[in-house]
């Protein structure tokens, strides 16, 4: 079964700083699909980024980054010119090719000082 | 577009009662999770289904918990009889899987609380 490993349960960044937030993952698969979703005090679970795994190019959505590493099977997100509205708990998560469903990380909850 | 829609968006009962979750999936989409959250237990799938037939209930914690689809606009997950470690945030996402896209769409969420 595959398992999505978020090792740091909280990280705090200052307002315009770089922040990156670590996931491992085990799988025996060659083509899945990650993700990391976001979700703030709302609790609402938005989508922040996607990367296909057979494509080397890391993904990017404006000021989110991935740094995806297969053979070491890591998928690290940056979060550029931090911003206040981006503290939230963030979810590292795993889908397999054709399994449809979601494996996610425990969390990582980010704090943003002013 | 309203995304998906759940209903109640918050529910206190007391244990041994029968609780019911609802679910508007997006319109069009094929694939309908319902998930379940707790501090202990962090985000755990509980059963999906497509084009309205259950798939995978391999989550579903016991004989307690069922859910239907009984059309594609509409989901139920029942509880019963509750119980107080039944105690957490329920989500509803749904899906629609063409070509190489992969996303799931989640609802606000129904947060639970059995007494």
């Known amino acids: 079964a595959q398992t999505v490993t978020q090792s740091q349960p909280e990280m705090s960044v200052q307002e315009a700083e770089t922040v990156t937030l670590s996931c491992t993952y085990d799988t025996s698969e060659s083509d899945y699909y990650l993700f990391w979703y976001k979700q703030p005090p709302s609790r609402q679970m938005i989508l922040v980024i996607r990367?296909?795994?057979?494509?080397?190019q890391n993904a990017t959505e404006n000021r989110f980054s991935v740094n995806f590493q297969k053979a070491a099977k890591s998928f690290s997100l940056k979060i550029s010119d931090s911003q206040l509205g981006d503290a939230a708990m963030y979810f590292c998560a795993f889908e397999g090719q054709g399994a449809q469903k979601l494996v996610f990380g425990q969390g990582t909850r980010l704090t943003i000082n002013p | 577009d309203a995304g998906v829609i759940q209903s109640p968006r918050h529910e206190v009962t007391e244990m041994g009662q029968e609780v019911t979750l609802r679910c508007k999936p997006i319109s069009g989409h094929d694939y309908l999770f319902w998930y379940r959250q707790t501090m202990m237990r962090g985000l755990e799938l509980l059963i999906y289904f497509n084009n309205n037939v259950p798939i995978d209930d391999s989550g579903m914690p016991e004989d307690r918990f069922s859910a239907k689809m009984p059309n594609a606009s509409f989901s139920t997950l029942k509880i019963q009889p509750s119980e107080p470690r039944d105690s957490a945030v329920y989500f509803c996402?749904?899906?629609?899987?063409?070509?190489?896209?992969?996303?799931?769409?989640f609802g606000p969420g129904t947060r639970l609380t059995v007494l």
């Open positions: 990367q296909e795994a057979y494509k080397q």
């Open positions: 996402a749904s899906s629609l899987h063409r070509g190489l896209l992969h996303e799931q769409f």
